[in-house]
């Protein structure tokens, strides 16, 4: 079956420092999600890529869709005590309505 | 705004024993899910259903079951409960199938001793 790998699966960066997580899918994927899971709490959506090669930017985070559509990534720039949290991609394979999340990247920020 | 609302929040259980994790949003999205998460692990899907009436298996789907009897509500129902079903438990909905946002409930956290 599918299979989403993240990596690293944890990251401690100092405050301020920039952050990435890579996702990678073992089949070529119609779309993707990406989620950020505060401790304690529940994964919350951030934003979807579709496009071969897509990049989209909120505000410190940027979104990469690859070229083959089988992996992507989220950088964090400056990152911020805020950003802490456990960030998940999921993708979704052609013709099937489940999502596969990844084994997540858990970022914790050092003042 | 209620969204995605479970209950219980936190659950022990005994070895054996059976239970019911209740579901309901109020967002009229035809989409709802069952995710675990192992401690410090990611989400496993348990079963999903994409409209009233109809549930299919995700991935981890042995030693639970659902029904979908109204488009607001998704039981999870756990028979003969065993330690290795100690996780939290999420529940989600989404308009339409995995190509939108999908929303989640708070979790229940679920120990089975």
């Known amino acids: 079956g599918q299979q989403v790998m993240q990596i690293p699966q944890y990251q401690h960066v100092q405050e301020g420092e920039d952050f990435t997580t890579y996702c990678n899918s073992s089949t070529t994927l119609s779309n993707i999600q990406w989620y950020k899971q505060r401790p304690g709490g529940h994964p919350v959506f951030l934003i979807q890529l579709v496009k071969s090669g897509e990049v989209k930017k909120q505000k410190r985070l940027t979104f990469q869709f690859g070229e083959a559509k089988k992996n992507s990534s989220l950088h964090i720039t400056a990152t911020q005590t805020t950003d802490v949290g456990t960030y998940f991609c999921?993708?979704?394979?052609?013709?099937?309505?489940?999502?596969?999340f990844g084994t997540g990247t858990r970022l914790t920020i050092i003042p | 705004n209620a969204g995605v609302t479970q209950t219980p929040k936190f659950r022990i259980l005994k070895i054996g024993q059976s239970m019911t994790l209740q579901c309901t949003q109020d967002m009229n999205h035809n989409y709802m899910y069952w995710y675990r998460q192992d401690p410090g692990m990611g989400l496993k899907l348990i079963y999903y259903?994409?409209?009233?009436?109809?549930?299919d298996k995700g991935e981890v789907p042995n030693g639970y079951n659902v029904s979908r009897s109204t488009t607001e509500d998704f039981p999870l129902r756990l028979e003969l409960a065993a330690p290795s079903q100690t996780s939290v438990y999420f529940c989600?909905?989404?308009?339409?199938?995995?190509?939108?946002?999908?929303?989640f409930g708070e979790g229940s956290w679920l120990t089975v001793v």
């Open positions: 989600a909905s989404s308009y339409g199938g995995a190509g939108n946002t999908i929303y």
């Open positions: 999921a993708g979704k394979n052609f013709g099937n309505e489940k999502l596969t």
């Open positions: 259903s994409v409209g009233a009436g109809i549930t």
